[in-house]
């Protein structure tokens, strides 16, 4: 029973690493505080997700949505992209939610939340959100 019990943790844990693959591959940040001195330089609002450990939908939203290549370009051009694991990081108090995946935009100027997005969005919902 203890063996099942840390084999099961030990794939959770490694499931919360893929968030950090996926940040590698596809240059996101993974540090709230790194990205917004980046935004300021370079006058980019961010683009903030967060994700859990045993979130499915997280992993959809990265799959479905986020691998996409056209997708990713329209966002590195707009936005400094963050994605950050709520199970594993450090978030802002006003970050931390129970509902994940949560996806915010944020002002470059002011760190103020200029919107944000609960749950898994399909690809056209997604681009639609990050609009200007």
Not at 53 to 62: A, Q, R, V
Not at 82 to 99: A, C, G, S
Not at 101 to 106: D, L, N
């Amino acid at each position: 029973m203890k063996a099942i019990l840390i084999l099961l943790i030990v794939i959770e844990l490694l499931n919360g690493q893929t968030y950090k693959e996926f940040a590698d591959v596809y240059s996101y940040e993974t540090n709230y505080e790194k990205a917004y001195l980046k935004a300021r330089k370079e006058k980019k609002n961010i683009l903030l997700i967060t994700v859990a450990n045993y979130c499915p939908w997280c992993k959809k939203l990265e799959n479905r949505v986020l691998k996409d290549i056209a997708l990713q370009k329209k966002i590195h051009k707009s936005f400094i992209p963050v994605i950050i694991n709520k199970d594993i990081d450090k978030l802002q108090e006003r970050f931390i939610t129970n509902i994940v995946p949560m996806t915010y935009v944020i002002n470059y100027k002011t760190d103020k939340i200029i919107k944000k997005k609960a749950g898994y969005q399909k690809k056209s919902d997604f681009l639609y959100f990050i609009k200007k």
